[in-house]
């Protein structure tokens, strides 16, 4: 039997969407790095400042597992960034509290952010990066807004904690 060679009829999107986020994923790192944040532990800090939320909630908007917001509120915690407080309207909730040094580390952390994610759209020519925001959201909001079931559970890409 001879194999023949497969050939590709469409972009390999899978392989530009893990490699575009994993090049960012380790730029936002090293840049949070700089001021002692993780990405976990700067997303913590924003949407906590927002508005008064749990634990939870803040797990799932960070899109993490139990253990993983335990350790980042841990962190933030030993920091004095964050703390743990009850809830007022649900005494078996914790909610986390940002601390005004937390408040300050959370907006030098957004700038950094802000200008990481500002890098890469500069380094696009012309409209492109325009184009490429809106198509990334038309795609996040639509098409690939909900993952599928499958037969065997994709594996997520790491995130770095450091």
């Known amino acids: 039997m001879i194999a023949m060679a497969v050939t590709c009829t469409e972009p390999d999107l899978s392989f530009l969407l893990d490699h575009t986020g994993h090049v960012l994923r380790t730029r936002m790192a090293a840049a949070l790095a700089d001021i002692g944040l993780t990405a976990r532990m700067h997303c913590v800090l924003v949407h906590a400042l927002q508005e008064e939320r749990t634990q939870i909630q803040l797990a799932e908007l960070g899109d993490m597992d139990k253990t993983t917001m335990v350790v980042t509120v841990d962190a933030l915690e030993k920091a004095g960034l964050a703390e743990r407080r009850p809830s007022r309207t649900d005494r078996r909730a914790r909610i986390i509290v940002v601390t005004e040094k937390g408040a300050q580390v959370a907006r030098r952390s957004q700038e950094i952010v802000d200008g990481v994610h500002r890098a890469i759209l ?27 079931e499958a037969p065997q559970a994709a594996r997520r890409a790491r995130q770095s904690t450091k």
């Open 122 to 148: 500069d380094s696009l020519p012309g409209d492109e990066a325009e184009v490429l925001v809106r198509a990334m959201r038309r795609l996040t909001e639509g098409h690939l807004a909900t993952p599928v």
